[in-house]
């Protein structure tokens, strides 16, 4: 049975030894397998034995700061490790092979996939470690990255633990499927096309999407289903049952794309995994209602903040004594 914690979204402080200085934030570069990578490292002041978290952004065009062109703003990334800093923890918050800073990184021939995240994800970890004279750093990812990041520490030295934040707990052609079918504003022909390219996805098959209605395109494209394929060979349970090490689950209990059933799937896939539910915390991480319009119109507030209790509930994890 996994280790349970509910962290109210009025949560005080977990920590009591918070860094009060301005943290130190500077640029960082690695070297992947398909070139160089770029993210910030965000050092609290004086803390010169702070445990540091590799922190892997989510799917899509997100940046290190966790926004995206589609409809996330506010820097959601950002504020996490500034909140983390506060507490005592660094952190170093990257782009994506292909995206952003790192955008002359490329992929190979058969293009973006598991493997090959994963791989940039080891190539941080041993950069971090040389730059930080760390015997091991903790990972931790959002959303898609928790999938990389799990594939990244099956045969990884020098990881302290795993902070796994609103990650599927499924493979992700159930996600995608729950995603759709839950939203009543689809319409049975979103439902019927949608369901027809996840068999096909799950038989490792390509296919004709160019009739798919217009707001399935960018999901089902000629361009994402090699990857679709890739990802959804993978269940996350099953990583984090091959996985060794301390793990902690965040998840939030308003989040309407990844719920807290995927949670408790990822917690109890072996003994010892902690849980942390955030009340009150969407998939953004931020305070947002349980109604589905509502929860998604925050993504693009600006001023909406960051759930309190997220922060507290990974530093206290990171810096227990073990």
């Given amino acids: 049975m996994f280790a349970r914690l509910i962290a109210a979204a009025a949560a005080t402080a977990l920590l009591a030894t918070a860094a009060q200085a301005a943290p130190t934030e500077t640029s960082v570069e690695a070297q992947g397998p398909g070139g160089l990578l770029r993210g910030t490292m965000l050092t609290p002041e004086g803390a010169t034995q702070a445990p540091v978290m590799l922190l892997i952004p989510g799917s899509g065009p997100?940046?290190?700061?966790?926004?995206?062109p589609l409809g996330v703003v506010g820097s959601p990334y950002r504020r996490l490790v500034e909140a983390l800093a506060a507490e005592g923890v660094a952190t170093v918050r990257v782009d994506k092979r292909g995206q952003f800073g790192s955008a002359q990184a490329t992929f190979d021939q058969t293009g973006p996939t598991v493997e090959a995240y994963a791989a940039d994800v080891r190539a941080w970890a041993a950069h971090i470690r040389d730059l930080t004279g760390r015997d091991c750093i903790w990972l931790g990812a959002h959303s898609e990255g928790v999938l990389m990041v799990l594939a990244?520490?099956?045969?990884?030295?020098?990881?302290?633990?795993?902070?796994?934040?609103?990650?599927?707990?499924?493979?992700?052609?159930?996600?995608?499927?729950?995603q759709i079918t839950s939203n009543p504003a689809n319409p049975p022909e979103v439902?019927?096309?949608t369901e027809r390219a996840l068999k096909a996805i799950e038989a490792g098959q390509r296919f004709d999407a160019s009739s798919f209605h217009p707001a399935l395109q960018p999901l089902f494209g000629p361009h994402a289903q090699s990857f679709l394929i890739n990802v959804s060979r993978y269940d996350p349970a099953d990583l984090v049952k091959g996985y060794r090490g301390p793990v902690l689950v965040v998840q939030g209990a308003t989040d309407v794309q990844v719920l807290v059933k995927d949670a408790e799937r990822l917690a109890g896939a072996r003994p010892g995994v902690e849980l942390a539910v955030i009340e009150g915390m969407n998939h953004v991480l931020r305070i947002a209602p349980a109604d589905r319009a509502a929860n998604i119109a925050s993504y693009a507030d600006p001023a909406a903040p960051l759930a309190p209790g997220v922060a507290e509930a990974i530093a206290a994890f990171v810096k227990a004594p073990r």
Avoid: F, S
């Fill in 152 to 178: 990244a520490a099956q045969d990884l030295d020098g990881v302290c633990g795993l902070v796994l934040i609103a990650g599927g707990g499924r493979r992700l052609t159930d996600v995608i499927r729950e």
């Fill in 62 to 68: 997100t940046d290190r700061d966790g926004n995206n």
């Fill in 191 to 193: 439902l019927e096309q």
